[in-house]
């Protein structure tokens, strides 16, 4: 077999997903022309709509913020060889952690209170995607098929608390009662007027600087800690791993724990930050985003935020766009975002080939021609 | 005596209506599956062809054009995902996730500029949908005692889909089983190398087993929009590519398991509808959400192999690299 020519680092990282990406908009373009707009005027207001205002940036960082959760949750368990689906489900269940802690602990003081809240969201998140670790690593099913079954499951057990057990009393709608102020996070609009600087407001809240935290410890713990080393040698070959001493089965159960947690913090962005209650479906299909971010992102923190801004832009222009082109509706970003898990996830080794004839880099210790 | 055992039989009606597009799509799946490639796109293809076939019968006024554009688009999005995983070797599982993403956004956004019912198609009449049969002496047999009321309720009075996915499972069986292309598609999904060493083309048979995924996926998803229901609305598969998927692995990948599962997960849906809180003698109120977790609970536990063991076939997954 010939050997393989590395691409430079730049092509790999920068050209590639950029290449990606131009492939999935030149199809959502075709499909804006197929409707009968415009895509270089939808492009025009998507950006205006994301950017062009700053109750726009605050709802684009808004998004971003669940977004950089769910991607990160995707990554770190894509770092150990495992497809994490079930973001969904265990950001859903983080919000039961929230919930619990805001309703039942809610006297303790706000600087107990946060804290405890992430810790549960962190552990509940982090529970729901335990189990199908250890289901993957002790009982051999697969981590597809589990976390998608756990995502229903989720679904079924949270309907179920809210319409019988968290629903607020005399309430008709499933929701919880509004969580006690000790357990908000501040926005971010009040946090700036507290300082005198006048912004509008949007649900841009603390978790945003909480979610930027949380890049900088995946960042540390993957290639920083032994841990993260452990990890991405399973990852990468499970025999070597064994071989040198690694347990697979603890690093798979590890990652999953992680990636759950991290998932699970989608609910502090979500419920602490914005909806101050606990809602039917409040995950919106977020864990699903994650997939497309980490995707983009090539599983690196600085990826990742870069993918979550792009998909939060989508989100927020998005939704002005369907004002101004009413023919786009909503529902054209999630085209977007599935067409993007195409070309940079299902399709990545459609472009690599040709790439790899113009860039190429003899490999070491072969001998240049 | 009368009324009961009326009930047991409308609960074996509604059993084998919701049962139809879950057999439908886990046969279809079990063509993709058993020639190593995994399907998690069973619930897009479903949807994409719901849309198709209500848009088209909508426009038409023909249900059987709305059949053909279901399959047709089903049989693209099969394609594409050939494309993705067996000539571009991608993850499949990573394609078939972007493929339900898709599609569960393209429908309602196509709806909506086409149509301006938020996402929706219009509402079909009676001449643009698949209309129940009534089978021969059905009415005649009616008043006869236990098997006219079968003969009425149960097995008469369904739409065309309903029979065909009927007669769809021994067709598949025999082909899976009793055919050349059933030995080499559940070839090339145990040991590609070797069917490649036989001279058949690995690539070719894959491909070949998505076709015939697509053409069931299509009618599944055109029995949901244009026969069971009146129009195409908004995540109208609702979980049932996943629940069909489950099907399929609770039926070790088997054609006529696969196919008593997906009763099972129907029979345990047309209770929950009839229960709706009723009281059950023994246990209790069973709160809807517990019968509707049951079959995902099920496909866990059957995973786990906390029961039985379901075995994939060995080379799922894996993109098959040509030796050179």
């Known amino acids: 077999m010939a050997a393989r020519g590395e691409l430079p680092g730049w092509v790999n990282l920068g050209l590639l997903p950029l290449l990606n990406l131009a492939a999935a908009f030149l199809v959502s373009g075709l499909i804006v022309v197929i409707l009968g707009e415009n895509p270089l005027e939808a492009v025009r207001l998507l950006l205006v709509g994301a950017f062009g205002f700053e109750e726009a940036i605050g709802y684009t960082l808004f998004y971003a913020t669940s977004f950089i959760f769910t991607g990160l949750a995707v990554a770190v368990a894509f770092h150990c060889g495992l497809f994490n689906i079930g973001g969904e489900g265990q950001a859903y269940v983080g919000g039961l952690g929230v919930t619990l802690v805001g309703l039942y602990l809610g006297w303790l003081p706000w600087l107990v209170v946060v804290p405890l809240a992430i810790l549960c969201a962190a552990l509940f998140g982090g529970f729901w995607a335990f189990i199908p670790g250890w289901l993957q690593a002790r009982r051999g099913s697969h981590i597809v098929i589990t976390t998608i079954m756990f995502n229903f499951l989720a679904a079924a057990l949270m309907t179920y608390l809210l319409v019988n057990v968290l629903i607020a009393p005399g309430q008709q709608i499933p929701e919880s009662d509004t969580l006690p102020a000790t357990a908000w996070l501040p926005q971010l609009h009040d946090l700036l007027g507290a300082l005198g600087i006048e912004t509008s407001p949007s649900p841009l809240n603390l978790s945003f600087v909480f979610a930027l935290i949380c890049c900088l410890l995946v960042w540390l713990f993957i290639w920083q800690t032994r841990w993260g080393y452990a990890l991405r040698v399973v990852g990468k070959n499970e025999a070597a791993a064994v071989y040198g001493g690694i347990s697979p089965a603890r690093q798979i159960m590890l990652a999953m724990a992680i990636s759950g947690a991290l998932a699970g913090f989608v609910a502090l962005n979500m419920v602490m930050g914005a909806q101050h209650r606990l809602t039917l479906d409040f995950t919106g299909g977020f864990g699903f985003v994650g997939i497309a971010v980490a995707l983009m992102g090539r599983n690196h923190p600085v990826g990742i935020i870069l993918a979550a801004l792009l998909f939060g832009a989508l989100y927020q222009g998005g939704s002005e766009l369907s004002f101004d082109m009413p023919k786009l509706s909503r529902d054209l970003v999630v085209v977007i975002q599935g067409l993007v898990i195409l070309f940079a996830g299902a399709l990545e080794h459609m472009f690599r080939p040709h790439l790899e004839a113009l860039f190429a880099r003899p490999a070491p210790g072969e001998a240049v021609a | ?324």
Not at chain 2, 9 to 16: I, Q, R
Not at chain 2, 146 to 154: A, S
Request: net charge positive; charged share 10%.
């Open chain 2, 1 to 324: 005596m009368d009324a009961l055992f009326l009930q047991i039989l409308l609960l074996a009606d509604s059993t084998v209506r919701l049962a139809t597009p879950l057999v439908l799509a886990a046969l279809a799946g079990l063509f993709a599956e058993r020639s190593g490639v995994v399907d998690i796109g069973l619930e897009g293809k479903m949807l994409g062809a719901a849309f198709a076939a209500a848009a088209t019968a909508a426009v038409t006024g023909s249900a059987w054009l709305g059949l053909g554009a279901g399959i047709v688009s089903a049989v693209f999005l099969a394609l594409v995902h050939g494309f993705a995983c067996i000539t571009h070797r991608g993850n499949q599982v990573v394609s078939g996730m972007a493929l339900n993403i898709m599609v569960a956004g393209l429908g309602p956004t196509l709806a909506e500029a086409w149509f301006q019912q938020g996402g929706r198609t219009p509402l079909l009449g009676d001449d643009a949908r698949f209309e129940p049969i009534v089978l021969p002496f059905a009415n005649e047999l009616r008043n006869v005692p236990i098997l006219g009321p079968i003969y009425f309720e149960l097995i008469s009075n369904h739409n065309i889909l309903v029979y065909v996915t009927v007669a769809a499972v021994p067709v598949v069986a025999w082909v899976v089983y009793r055919t050349r292309f059933g030995l080499r598609l559940r070839a090339v999904g145990e040991n590609p190398s070797a069917v490649d060493t036989a001279g058949i083309s690995v690539t070719w048979m894959r491909y070949k087993a998505l076709l015939v995924t697509g053409l069931l996926c299509g009618i599944a998803g055109t029995y949901l929009s244009i026969a069971h229901n009146a129009s195409f609305i908004r995540d109208m598969t609702a979980g049932k590519g996943y629940l069909a998927l489950a099907a399929l692995i609770f039926g070790k990948w088997r054609p006529v398991p696969a196919m008593l599962a997906c009763l099972l997960f129907a029979f345990t849906d047309a209770v929950q509808v009839r229960l709706q809180g009723t009281p059950l003698p023994l246990v209790g109120t069973v709160p809807t959400q517990a019968i509707q977790a049951l079959p995902y609970l099920l496909t866990v536990l059957l995973l786990a192999g906390f029961v039985g063991r379901a075995i994939a076939p060995k080379a799922i997954g894996e993109p098959y690299v040509k030796e050179r």
